[in-house]
């Protein structure tokens, strides 16, 4: 949702997606830095491709580009699967260096199956020299310092059973065996498909695309890339007490659900978790939080957007500016006209004017003078992060609104014992002793204090 309040542009968006060979994944699975040197060689052969194409489209020499990747490590069966979600923006801006002029974004056509391909191999070719590089550096140092956690790890990859009397076989699985021979995921990915491009065991995806100004699309979009690695709707407790997960999609050998124990899915959960101070979201190029034209592109993080008509101001700046006091007073979101004041439509021009703005063209004044104390109203982020109409009355279906805030105690009285409510709050109980013994009460669990002592 911060994505695509505060940082996308309305521009279109490509969602590149590249999928790094098995040895690749076990390598960058806890090496942070290896993941990052990883992803630099892939963002910079894409923008490479598309400053090429901007170049040979209208002959350029200042172009910038702008990307959000998603580190993902996970696969449609909670295999240990890192791979990179690229939100790229679908073409490049330019600018005039020193001009302080804003810069203009110039859309590309979708790239070709030879465009794919060669972002790939460039990328490749880039993996190649910095594995050389780190060729001395070469030792495992995960099953040097945590044996369990690489165990776990190697399982995973391989889609094997890491613990228990089943270790070493491969993961049982549910559905309708099409294909004569089973396709093993440690040799052939089930996810590949032949539309996309191969190279020396990465692909590379480009097909999804969302069009500029389609806020709605690009939130799911970026939901899907943020998601987590497990969906409850999509775990099921069988009748033995095993758990069946459902694939996102069916493989290719027919196969839908994976079949676990308990303790299963708790060893396959564990290699997901990212090491420590590793963020899993970056931001390149121009939406870089460096980048010196980041503040013309984004979309404008100082003026919250009008929950309703009723408070709508329009799409200009509104600036009052009382005789008296020389200031106008905003309230409930709405700007105050004291009796006597002027009111003039013009964009902000000195600190000492309160303004409110919901255009979305770029004020001329400086991006630090902005107020960034942005926030949505709670009703807002309901329904928008969880789909819930919390001010929707139950009866009539019409939406809440807020008509006084009551503060006087006598007041507040009345009105309970109108609506045959309790006019006090309850009263504060004491916390139950705790008892001498572990056990199971109605109210869960006791615990014994005694098991808490401090240790020499």
């Known amino acids: 949702m911060n994505l695509v309040d505060h940082v996308l542009p309305d521009v279109p968006i490509r969602q590149w997606v590249l999928t790094l060979p098995y040895q690749l994944r076990y390598r960058c699975a806890y090496d942070a830095r290896l993941t990052s040197a990883v992803l630099r060689a892939f963002i910079r052969a894409l923008f490479a491709e598309l400053r090429r194409r901007a170049r040979r489209r209208w002959d350029l020499r200042a172009e910038q580009c702008g990307a959000v990747t998603f580190i993902q490590r996970f696969g449609s069966a909670l295999n240990l699967n890192l791979h990179f979600h690229t939100l790229v923006l679908d073409g490049v801006y330019t600018y005039t260096a020193g001009h302080g002029q804003a810069p203009r974004f110039l859309l590309l056509p979708p790239p070709n199956a030879d465009e794919v391909a060669r972002v790939l191999a460039g990328t490749a070719r880039r993996i190649q020299r910095l594995l050389e590089a780190r060729a001395e550096d070469d030792s495992d140092a995960l099953a040097r310092d945590e044996p369990l956690l690489a165990l776990l790890a190697a399982a995973s990859l391989r889609n094997r059973i890491a613990t228990g009397p089943h270790r070493g076989e491969p993961w049982r699985r549910i559905g309708d065996r099409v294909e004569p021979r089973e396709v093993e995921q440690a040799d052939e990915d089930p996810d590949a498909s032949a ?17 500029a100004r389609d806020r709605r699309r690009l939130e799911r979009l970026c939901r899907y890339v943020a998601r987590p690695a497990l969906a409850h709707e999509r775990l099921e407790e069988r009748s033995d007490g095993r758990l069946a997960l459902r694939l996102k ?28 101070r590793a963020h899993q979201v970056r931001y390149h190029g121009i939406l870089a939080p460096s980048a010196s034209q980041r503040d013309w592109i984004v979309p404008d993080t100082w003026s919250e957007e009008p929950a309703d008509d009723s408070t709508r101001l329009g799409r200009d700046f509104i600036v009052c500016i009382a005789r008296e006091s020389g200031e106008a007073v905003g309230v409930a979101g709405q700007p105050h006209i004291p009796s006597g004041a002027e009111v003039r439509r013009e964009k902000p021009s000195t600190s000492t004017e309160r303004e409110v703005s919901l255009s979305s063209e770029k004020p001329t004044c400086d991006a630090k003078s902005r107020d960034r104390s942005h926030r949505m109203r709670w009703a807002s982020l309901l329904q928008r992060v969880f789909e819930i109409e919390a001010l929707r009355c139950p009866r009539c279906g019409s939406t809440l609104r807020l008509i006084a805030a009551i503060e006087d105690p006598t007041v507040a009285r009345k009105i309970l014992a109108c609506l045959k409510l309790p006019a006090r709050a309850p009263p504060l109980e004491p916390a139950e002793a705790a008892t001498a013994t572990l056990g199971q009460a109605e109210g869960g669990w006791l615990f014994d204090q005694s098991l808490i002592h401090d240790e020499p």
Do not use: C, F, K, Y
């Open 249 to 276: 999609t069916r493989w290719r050998d027919g196969t839908t659900h994976i079949l676990m124990e308990r303790s299963e899915l708790i060893e396959r959960l564990v290699p997901l978790i990212p090491p420590p």
């Open 195 to 211: 539309r996309v491009p191969q190279h020396g065991g990465m692909s590379l995806h480009a097909e999804v695309a969302v069009p």
